[in-house]
């Protein structure tokens, strides 16, 4: 008995020590949550080997109207960081962190960003602050101070990546200013969906119009689609860009009534996947400014008659002609000969 006692004694701590290894093998990497796809992919790319990324907001899901699940919770409680935009991008994700119980510290990453605010409503700021690369910068300072605050040991490696990103913005924004530049000033008129590119615009000289407002969790308005047809017309515009997380249909019947085309489809507030062109924040804005200036370049005259359009209406206005004249003829005899 005394031997078997001795023996659980000696084991005790060389289980204590296995389970710790097993536990510490498990989270090998700090778990970093962040609240829509292009975070996450930032914090992979500042982060590299030495994080896990995750997103609670799956890709092509829309953040603005994204409602969380029991999945999340559990994703939040086993967080070490998380990362969220702020500017009202996810109302939700204060309830979900405390739903959650998460004691892991929150960045906010439009900190150091002067926001644009809306001209119709009052104290209302666009979130969509990633969507200029100059802003992603900031975004990325933002994303290195917490990452080193997590792991303070690993500072210089997460320096580093920082510094080639940086590098990797700086030269996305030339790329964006020379293409832009092709298009001409008259032309460089951008309607989407919704505002999510007055940052953008903003920094390189597009007039943005949308059918909705910063969020998507709106109706569109008659007055909207009125305004949009307006410009359309009295800007020639030759073609509309639908964006990923958005249903568009009634983009679609815009672009119809005009006689233009939907441009492309852009990608503002989630990455695509693995086998689209905006499989990462940096390739998401390429892709972007490619569709955007292959289409604000095309050669379509919106909003006017072709030859075919034109012959219609002349063969209806003759047909319409006739009718009358008939019609006319018809009344004149049976007055004749009923007198």
Known sequence: MHLSFLKYIILLPIVILLINATAFGQREKPLVVATASIFADMVSAIGDTLVESASVVPIGGDPHIYEPTPRDIRLLAKADLIVKNGLTFEGW????????????PVKT???GITPITSEAHQNATDPHAWMDPVNGKMYATNIKEA???LLPAHQDVIQNQYEKYIRQLDSLD????????????AKRILITSHDAFHYYGKRYGLRLESLLGTSTDADVRTSDMMRINQVIREQQIPVLFAESTINPKMFEQVA???KITIGGKLYSDSLGDKD?????YLNMVRSNTDVIVSGLTSSVNPATDTAEDSSTRIVMIIGILFCLTALIFYLWRKRLFTV
């Open 93 to 104: 994700i204060s309830d979900l962190i405390n739903n959650s119980g998460s004691a892991a």
């Open 109 to 111: 990453l439009t900190e």
């Open 147 to 149: 990452l080193i605050e």
């Open 174 to 185: 030339q790329y964006i200013r020379e293409q832009i530049s092709t298009i001409e000033p």
């Open 256 to 258: 119809k009534d005009n």
């Open 276 to 280: 689209s062109p905006a499989d990462t």
